[in-house]
Protein backbone atom coordinates (compact mmCIF):
# COMPACT_ATOMS: atom_id res chain seq x y z
CA UNK A 1 0.00 0.00 0.00
CA UNK A 2 1.41 3.72 -1.23
CA UNK A 3 2.16 5.89 1.33
CA UNK A 4 -0.11 9.08 2.03
CA UNK A 5 1.41 12.09 1.12
CA UNK A 6 2.34 15.39 3.13
CA UNK A 7 1.40 18.24 2.53
CA UNK A 8 2.24 22.17 4.47
CA UNK A 9 0.41 25.34 3.54
CA UNK A 10 1.62 29.26 4.13
CA UNK A 11 -0.41 31.93 4.09
CA UNK A 12 1.19 35.37 4.24
CA UNK A 13 -0.69 37.98 5.82
CA UNK A 14 -0.48 41.61 5.88
CA UNK A 15 -3.29 43.36 8.06
CA UNK A 16 -5.83 40.83 6.62
CA UNK A 17 -9.68 40.76 6.70
CA UNK A 18 -9.88 38.57 10.07
CA UNK A 19 -13.03 37.46 8.75
CA UNK A 20 -12.25 36.37 5.71
CA UNK A 21 -9.29 34.82 7.14
CA UNK A 22 -10.88 32.71 9.22
CA UNK A 23 -13.05 30.95 6.39
CA UNK A 24 -10.02 30.58 4.41
CA UNK A 25 -8.49 29.01 7.39
CA UNK A 26 -11.39 26.94 7.78
CA UNK A 27 -11.65 25.86 4.01
CA UNK A 28 -8.22 24.35 4.34
CA UNK A 29 -8.99 22.71 7.08
CA UNK A 30 -11.73 21.17 5.49
CA UNK A 31 -10.23 20.81 2.32
CA UNK A 32 -7.59 18.74 4.65
CA UNK A 33 -9.90 16.52 6.54
CA UNK A 34 -11.82 15.14 2.98
CA UNK A 35 -8.36 14.04 1.74
CA UNK A 36 -7.57 12.41 5.05
CA UNK A 37 -10.43 10.68 5.31
CA UNK A 38 -10.40 9.38 1.84
CA UNK A 39 -6.63 7.97 2.91
CA UNK A 40 -4.88 10.41 0.42
CA UNK A 41 -3.45 12.57 2.98
CA UNK A 42 -1.17 11.91 5.81
CA UNK A 43 0.52 14.36 8.13
CA UNK A 44 0.40 18.33 7.45
CA UNK A 45 1.30 21.54 8.68
CA UNK A 46 0.24 25.09 8.30
CA UNK A 47 2.14 28.58 8.67
CA UNK A 48 0.65 31.88 8.46
CA UNK A 49 3.85 34.20 8.04
CA UNK A 50 2.44 37.58 10.12
CA UNK A 51 4.01 40.24 8.15
CA UNK A 52 4.24 42.89 10.75
CA UNK A 53 5.35 45.31 11.91
CA UNK A 54 4.41 45.28 15.20
CA UNK A 55 4.67 46.79 18.53
CA UNK A 56 6.48 45.30 21.20
CA UNK A 57 3.85 42.82 23.31
CA UNK A 58 1.56 43.42 20.93
CA UNK A 59 -0.82 40.48 20.21
CA UNK A 60 -1.87 40.40 16.67
CA UNK A 61 -5.64 39.50 15.34
CA UNK A 62 -4.07 36.24 13.67
CA UNK A 63 -2.98 35.34 17.26
CA UNK A 64 -5.92 35.94 18.36
CA UNK A 65 -8.06 34.54 15.91
CA UNK A 66 -5.91 31.43 16.74
CA UNK A 67 -6.85 31.40 19.92
CA UNK A 68 -10.60 31.89 20.31
CA UNK A 69 -13.26 29.86 18.83
CA UNK A 70 -13.50 31.71 15.53
CA UNK A 71 -11.83 28.61 13.83
CA UNK A 72 -11.94 24.97 14.17
CA UNK A 73 -8.89 23.39 13.24
CA UNK A 74 -9.08 20.04 13.94
CA UNK A 75 -5.90 18.90 14.42
CA UNK A 76 -4.31 20.61 11.62
CA UNK A 77 -1.08 22.09 13.35
CA UNK A 78 -0.59 25.65 12.88
CA UNK A 79 2.23 27.90 13.56
CA UNK A 80 2.63 32.04 13.61
CA UNK A 81 5.54 32.89 12.58
CA UNK A 82 6.15 36.78 13.43
CA UNK A 83 7.69 39.02 11.11
CA UNK A 84 9.71 42.51 12.81
CA UNK A 85 8.78 44.33 9.42
CA UNK A 86 6.91 43.87 5.89
CA UNK A 87 9.01 41.45 4.42
CA UNK A 88 6.68 41.48 1.26
CA UNK A 89 4.96 38.96 -0.33
CA UNK A 90 7.68 36.37 -1.86
CA UNK A 91 10.20 36.61 1.38
CA UNK A 92 7.36 36.30 3.66
CA UNK A 93 6.20 32.78 1.67
CA UNK A 94 10.06 31.97 1.71
CA UNK A 95 9.93 31.75 5.20
CA UNK A 96 7.82 28.75 5.11
CA UNK A 97 9.28 27.22 2.25
CA UNK A 98 12.66 27.17 3.72
CA UNK A 99 11.15 25.38 7.24
CA UNK A 100 9.14 22.88 5.18
CA UNK A 101 9.94 18.83 4.05
CA UNK A 102 6.61 17.60 3.06
CA UNK A 103 5.95 15.78 -0.48
CA UNK A 104 3.96 18.86 -1.50
CA UNK A 105 3.49 22.91 -0.53
CA UNK A 106 0.36 25.32 -1.28
CA UNK A 107 1.21 28.72 -1.49
CA UNK A 108 -2.21 30.52 -0.81
CA UNK A 109 -3.73 34.08 -0.28
CA UNK A 110 -5.36 34.67 3.22
CA UNK A 111 -8.32 36.07 1.17
CA UNK A 112 -9.33 32.16 -1.39
CA UNK A 113 -11.80 29.36 -0.07
CA UNK A 114 -11.23 25.99 -1.43
CA UNK A 115 -13.49 23.54 -2.05
CA UNK A 116 -13.72 20.86 -0.07
CA UNK A 117 -12.90 18.75 -2.45
CA UNK A 118 -9.89 20.77 -3.95
CA UNK A 119 -6.84 19.09 -2.66
CA UNK A 120 -7.62 15.88 -2.92
CA UNK A 121 -7.57 16.98 -6.73
CA UNK A 122 -4.64 18.04 -6.24
CA UNK A 123 -3.26 15.43 -4.75
CA UNK A 124 -4.54 12.85 -7.60
CA UNK A 125 -3.52 14.53 -10.55
CA UNK A 126 -0.03 15.36 -9.04
CA UNK A 127 0.36 11.76 -8.70
CA UNK A 128 -0.56 11.02 -12.16
CA UNK A 129 1.47 13.47 -13.46
CA UNK A 130 4.94 13.49 -12.16
CA UNK A 131 6.35 15.92 -14.49
CA UNK A 132 4.23 18.16 -13.61
CA UNK A 133 5.53 20.36 -10.43
CA UNK A 134 3.31 23.82 -10.14
CA UNK A 135 -0.80 23.70 -10.41
CA UNK A 136 -2.77 26.10 -10.68
CA UNK A 137 -7.15 25.66 -9.96
CA UNK A 138 -10.24 26.78 -11.58
CA UNK A 139 -10.81 30.14 -10.14
CA UNK A 140 -14.42 31.83 -9.36
CA UNK A 141 -14.81 35.36 -7.77
CA UNK A 142 -17.26 36.14 -4.88
CA UNK A 143 -19.93 35.97 -7.61
CA UNK A 144 -19.66 32.72 -9.04
CA UNK A 145 -18.40 34.16 -12.43
CA UNK A 146 -14.86 32.11 -13.61
CA UNK A 147 -11.76 34.81 -13.19
CA UNK A 148 -9.02 34.28 -15.71
CA UNK A 149 -6.18 34.47 -13.36
CA UNK A 150 -3.51 31.93 -15.56
CA UNK A 151 -1.92 34.05 -18.36
CA UNK A 152 0.17 34.22 -21.32
CA UNK A 153 3.67 36.20 -21.11
CA UNK A 154 2.63 39.78 -20.73
CA UNK A 155 3.23 42.22 -22.78
CA UNK A 156 3.47 45.65 -21.22
CA UNK A 157 0.68 47.21 -23.32
CA UNK A 158 -1.26 44.28 -22.12
CA UNK A 159 -0.72 45.71 -18.37
CA UNK A 160 -1.97 48.51 -19.53
CA UNK A 161 -4.50 48.25 -20.90
CA UNK A 162 -5.70 45.97 -17.87
CA UNK A 163 -4.61 48.43 -15.13
CA UNK A 164 -5.20 51.58 -16.30
CA UNK A 165 -7.21 52.34 -19.40
CA UNK A 166 -10.54 53.47 -19.37
CA UNK A 167 -13.62 50.49 -19.80
CA UNK A 168 -14.39 52.15 -23.22
CA UNK A 169 -10.86 51.64 -24.36
CA UNK A 170 -10.12 48.04 -23.13
CA UNK A 171 -13.70 47.14 -25.10
CA UNK A 172 -12.00 48.06 -27.93
CA UNK A 173 -9.05 45.22 -27.29
CA UNK A 174 -10.85 42.81 -25.58
CA UNK A 175 -9.82 40.06 -27.58
CA UNK A 176 -6.78 40.85 -27.08
CA UNK A 177 -7.06 40.72 -23.49
CA UNK A 178 -9.03 37.85 -23.65
CA UNK A 179 -6.32 36.02 -25.26
CA UNK A 180 -3.65 37.20 -22.90
CA UNK A 181 -6.15 35.88 -20.16
CA UNK A 182 -6.22 32.49 -21.92
CA UNK A 183 -9.87 32.38 -22.34
CA UNK A 184 -9.82 30.82 -25.47
CA UNK A 185 -8.38 27.68 -23.83
CA UNK A 186 -9.72 28.23 -20.38
CA UNK A 187 -13.14 27.32 -20.72
CA UNK A 188 -12.71 24.00 -20.70
CA UNK A 189 -12.86 20.75 -18.14
CA UNK A 190 -9.54 19.63 -19.95
CA UNK A 191 -6.37 19.92 -17.61
CA UNK A 192 -3.60 22.15 -20.21
CA UNK A 193 0.05 23.20 -19.86
CA UNK A 194 -0.14 27.39 -18.69
CA UNK A 195 2.87 29.57 -18.72
CA UNK A 196 1.83 32.06 -15.88
CA UNK A 197 0.25 30.89 -12.63
CA UNK A 198 -1.47 33.70 -10.05
CA UNK A 199 -0.04 33.30 -6.47
CA UNK A 200 -3.21 33.36 -4.99
CA UNK A 201 -3.14 29.30 -5.28
CA UNK A 202 0.12 27.77 -6.13
CA UNK A 203 0.10 24.52 -5.82
CA UNK A 204 3.93 22.90 -5.77
CA UNK A 205 5.55 19.52 -5.90
CA UNK A 206 7.56 20.72 -2.86
CA UNK A 207 11.19 19.06 -4.43
CA UNK A 208 10.45 21.25 -7.38
CA UNK A 209 10.04 24.12 -4.95
CA UNK A 210 12.66 23.84 -3.27
CA UNK A 211 15.33 23.60 -6.01
CA UNK A 212 13.99 27.14 -7.05
CA UNK A 213 15.12 28.33 -3.98
CA UNK A 214 11.09 29.85 -3.84
CA UNK A 215 10.10 33.41 -4.27
CA UNK A 216 13.48 35.66 -5.65
CA UNK A 217 14.06 38.42 -2.93
CA UNK A 218 13.98 40.97 -5.89
CA UNK A 219 10.29 41.33 -6.02
CA UNK A 220 8.18 43.20 -2.84
CA UNK A 221 5.11 43.04 -4.11
CA UNK A 222 3.73 41.88 -7.79
CA UNK A 223 4.94 40.18 -10.33
CA UNK A 224 6.67 37.72 -7.88
CA UNK A 225 4.29 34.80 -9.43
CA UNK A 226 5.05 35.33 -12.48
CA UNK A 227 8.77 35.32 -12.41
CA UNK A 228 8.36 31.75 -10.15
CA UNK A 229 5.91 30.63 -12.81
CA UNK A 230 8.72 32.00 -15.57
CA UNK A 231 11.68 29.40 -13.36
CA UNK A 232 9.35 26.56 -12.74
CA UNK A 233 8.86 25.89 -16.62
CA UNK A 234 12.41 25.71 -16.97
CA UNK A 235 12.70 22.09 -14.73
CA UNK A 236 8.96 21.10 -14.87
CA UNK A 237 5.47 21.71 -16.53
CA UNK A 238 2.87 24.11 -15.14
CA UNK A 239 -0.60 22.65 -15.24
CA UNK A 240 -4.03 24.36 -14.92
CA UNK A 241 -6.51 21.58 -13.89
CA UNK A 242 -10.19 22.95 -13.26
CA UNK A 243 -10.84 19.91 -11.52
CA UNK A 244 -9.40 21.89 -8.51
CA UNK A 245 -11.81 24.58 -7.33
CA UNK A 246 -11.22 27.59 -5.22
CA UNK A 247 -12.93 31.29 -5.03
CA UNK A 248 -10.58 34.70 -5.17
CA UNK A 249 -11.79 37.91 -3.62
CA UNK A 250 -8.81 39.77 -4.76
CA UNK A 251 -9.19 43.22 -6.42
CA UNK A 252 -6.84 44.27 -9.14
CA UNK A 253 -3.57 46.41 -7.95
CA UNK A 254 -3.88 49.12 -9.64
CA UNK A 255 -7.53 50.10 -8.03
CA UNK A 256 -5.52 50.33 -4.81
CA UNK A 257 -4.07 53.20 -4.91
CA UNK A 258 -0.58 55.18 -5.99
CA UNK A 259 1.91 53.17 -3.50
CA UNK A 260 0.57 49.95 -5.00
CA UNK A 261 0.76 51.21 -8.79
CA UNK A 262 4.48 52.39 -8.36
CA UNK A 263 5.12 48.84 -6.48
CA UNK A 264 3.36 47.10 -9.81
CA UNK A 265 5.68 49.50 -12.16
CA UNK A 266 8.88 48.94 -10.31
CA UNK A 267 8.30 45.33 -10.28
CA UNK A 268 7.56 44.82 -13.83
CA UNK A 269 10.82 46.68 -14.54
CA UNK A 270 12.61 44.13 -12.48
CA UNK A 271 10.32 41.53 -14.09
CA UNK A 272 10.99 42.29 -17.87
CA UNK A 273 14.83 42.87 -17.10
CA UNK A 274 15.10 39.72 -15.82
CA UNK A 275 12.73 37.72 -18.27
CA UNK A 276 12.84 39.90 -21.57
CA UNK A 277 10.74 42.60 -22.46
CA UNK A 278 7.46 42.51 -24.67
CA UNK A 279 5.57 45.59 -25.96
CA UNK A 280 3.09 44.43 -28.15
Not at 9 to 33: F, M
Not at 61 to 81: A, F, H, K, M, Y
Request: hydrophobic fraction near 40%; charge should be positive.
Amino acid sequence: MSRSSTLSVAIVCYRPDISLLSKTIESVNAAIGYAQDRGELGETALWLIDNGPHQEGETTDITSLLRGERVQLNGVPVEVIRCEENLGYGRGHNLAIRRTSKDYHLILNPDVILAEDALSQALAFMGAHSDVGLLAPAVTGEDGAPHYLCKRYPAVFDLLLRGFAPRAVQRLFRKRLAYYEMRDVLNTATALDVPMVSGSFMFFRRPVLSKLGGFTDDLFLYFEDFDLSQRTREIARTAYVPAVRIRHFGGNAAKKGMAHVWMFIKSAFIFYNKHGWRWW
